[in-house]
């Protein structure tokens, strides 16, 4: 958790509650548990948020404050879940969320605000509960119509504004005179001092006098006032707000017109900024297109809801649009706009999250639902994103309904593929083996393909693994999306790096690293050639390698990636003979295993080389190797990976083993031998059982780093070293 807090971006001014703000701050220096409690539309929600901007102006949070909107939360059992992602707290876990979210917070200092929680109290008595008891720097704010009697629980009754408050918000959202002060006090009055009321009732001011508005409005309900500003709605603008409701969380003008089913842009357009005018739905920019994103309150959106004749048909169209958008996703993703394909799926998820679950209800959708759930794991979303909870979650919820054909093999495959990448072989297995029972079809070969090769690799280390998946890549290039051919092959490179002999393991390695110009191919291009260097090369090579493959990684935000480039640092750290900082590598990477829920020990290559590093530095460090290795493990996770990122000082290096002349490897020195009797590439590599454009290349290498122009120079250094 390196980021600070998640507050929004304050689009409006606050006006008044000093009385109320001051009180919620004092409650919460006496509380870890304060309780903003009151009727719809009084203010709950922004007096939570600017009470939160105050504690970050005030530092009064080391790790921030966050917020977390519960409003269009249906499925109490995602609620952990929800809070994690909301925090950016990876959560892998098959398990609910909990433990996961306890394990990243028992030890912060931050502010979590809970936002309209009324649906769910029963849920987040319980999730308030414990973190409550087992994080004790963490301090809950909710928001409510009722409280949660938990105990301990500090209770605030959000008052409606007072009347000088109310005149003033009004006055702040319209254009008003000194002569209109009685008539916006007398229907401020009328309408509560209930915030959300006075601001609509100010939209409509561009339409309608105050005379006439306080005519219309005279001692109303929130509900009333909702009605009203339906009255004076078109009816365009009453179906699209109706229409509108069925989304989530906030959305682009895209989905609206989708769910709404406009024929032209101006279909929706139009009514949209009306209703944005009239203050029904709130706008926001995304951070990720700098496009306009429309919001729908939450009490605005209930009655919206109560105007759906039938809903069933947006939410139709809701599934659909979304539909496509996962489909554009994983043909897009590992482009050059990568980065933000993963920023734009994180931003949607709530969407595409409600898509796949209403889909899976329906018998007719089930189908779109199941293939939008793989499209998602196809694009590695979920394991960049530390979401791979929620992803086996949607992948359960798929295998449930789709209990037959050549669907459910392929949910079986992709479910089966998300254990083994965590080197969980006790799911995977089950799920691998009900896969191979079912009836093999063309349609499904290379989603079981998958899952055999990898079981090849990461459990049996057979080198059989290698050219299932080179067959992997060509069906891929064939049938498949770029994205599909890039995981072919970069399970192909790895497998060949571990399992094959150095020529094939280089050839493999050379053809990942051709730049498509996505950053985290750039980043596993560089890993890749560092695990070559270390298991057939150079292992000095290795550590600038991983290095930078873990920066890029960190750079984009892959919650992944970073545990693979850890393991690659302690063994390189290893072979260097700086003992203890591949120790504390070693134990932080046993913490990162823990975090991201990933198990080298269930992936038998890996395992092995880890297994051997292990040994090597106990034997080196001896009684200190448990020390130095809690010390790595204690480490919080930005620690370790700023340590991680440190070059490694030649102080700490073992000496250097007795080198050939001109600091060159034993092979290298065969080969300027080679070259200075006079052999070509091709001769060389024949005596060498490499290829000729691996000895040519090693050629080039040589004669870099001893600084020769060419071939006929390198001949003559050979035979002045050799005395010759």
Known sequence: MT???????????????????????????????????????????????????????????????????????????????????????????????????IESLYDKHLLLILDNCEHLLEAVRHLVHHLVRNCEGLTILTTSREQLWIYGEQLLRVPPLDEDEAVQLFAERAAVSDEDLTEVTALCRALGGVPLAIELAAARLA???????????????????????????????????????????????????????????????????????????????????????????GSVSRFGAGMLADAEEPLRRHVLHYGSFTGEATLSWLTRNDASWMERLREEWPNVRAAIGYALQKPDLAEVGAVMAMNVDRTRFPAFAGMLGQMQDVLTAARQVITEGPLRTSLLAHSAWVAQTQGDTSAAIPLMHETRALPRQPETDVDVVWVEATHLFFVEGSPDCVPLYQ????????????????????????????????????????????????????????????????????????????????????????????????????????????????????????SRERAVRISFAGMSPFHKVLDRTDRTVRRALGDDYPVITTLGADLRPEQALEFALEPVPESERRPPKPTLPGGLTRQEFTIAGLVAEGLTSRQIGARLFISPRTADRHVVNIRAKLGLPNRVSLASWHRSATGG
């Open 207 to 297: 339409e309608a006098s105050l005379t006439e508005i306080l005519q219309e409005l005279d001692d109303v309900t929130l509900e009333q006032v909702f009605e009203w500003a339906a009255r004076h709605c078109t009816g365009e603008e009453r179906r699209l707000w109706a229409v509108l409701s069925v989304f989530p969380a906030d959305f682009d003008q895209a989905a609206a017109e989708a769910v709404a089913e406009a024929v032209a842009e101006a279909d929706v357009l139009e009514p949209l900024a009306a209703l944005v005018r009239k203050s029904i739905v709130a706008t926001t920019t995304s951070p990720v297109t700098q496009q306009t994103r429309y919001r729908l309150p």
């Open 471 to 590: 067959y992997l890549i060509d069906r891929s290039r064939q049938h498949g999306t770029p994205g599909d051919t890039y995981i072919a092959e970069l399970f192909h490179t790895m497998s060949s790096c571990f399992l094959l002999d150095a020529e094939a393991a280089d050839k493999a390695t050379t053809r990942l690293a051709q730049d498509n110009g996505a950053d985290r191919s750039y980043a596993w291009g560089l890993w890749h050639r560092g695990l070559y260097e270390l298991l057939h090369g150079d292992p000095a090579q290795v550590h600038p390698l991983a290095v930078e493959a873990l920066r890029v990684q960190l750079v984009v935000g892959d919650t992944w990636g970073p545990a693979y480039s850890l393991w690659l640092l302690a063994c390189a750290c290893a072979e260097l003979g700086a003992y203890d900082r591949a120790a504390r590598l070693l134990g932080a990477l046993r």
């Open 3 to 101: 980021v600070r807090g998640n507050l929004p971006a304050q689009t409006t001014t606050f006006i008044g509650r000093p009385a109320v703000l001051a009180e919620t701050e004092v409650l919460l220096g006496k509380s870890r548990l304060v309780s903003l409690v009151g009727a719809g539309g009084v203010g709950k929600t922004r007096i939570a948020v600017e009470t939160g901007r105050a504690m970050v102006h005030a530092g009064a949070f080391q790790h921030g404050v966050w917020l977390v909107s519960l409003a269009d939360l249906r499925d109490p059992a995602a609620l952990a879940r929800t809070v994690a992602a909301e925090l950016r707290i990876v959560d892998n876990a098959r398990e609910s969320g909990l433990g996961r979210l």
